[in-house]
């Protein structure tokens, strides 16, 4: 690998879902947005449920990544996350049908429970849909 990509490695309990040389990775942490090139000081990151973004020679590979934690080091970076999903993989129409039973539970909720777990719900879903949708 050169000083003008970074290696990627997207990692799910069950497999790797990403692995490739690219030139910038984008993502979401808790405190906020932001992105890596080639040489960047190294850093850790929680994820939060969103999108990670991949750029590789000028086209971008979106995943939804559903938390978990970012690390760079030495031009290499590590996605280690429970779910992930190429934006191209996605079943719109069930991510679509997941956000509109989340929203339903929202309105309805009669615990803190019920409302915390339909929020990451809800989160997912809209996870999902943004990588689909390529956003």
Known sequence: MSEKNIHIKIITPEKIVYEDDVNAVYAQGIAGSFGVL??????????????????KDGELKIFSIMGGTFQFKNNEAIILTEAAELGNDI?????????????AILGSAESKKELKAANAALARA??????????
Do not use: G, W, Y
């Open 126 to 135: 809209m996870a999902r849909l943004k990588a689909a949708s390529k956003i």
């Open 91 to 103: 079943d719109t129409a069930r991510a679509q049908l997941a956000k509109e039973r989340a929203e």
């Open 38 to 55: 080639p040489n960047h000081v190294s850093f850790m990151s929680v994820l939060d449920i969103s999108t990670a973004k991949v750029e």
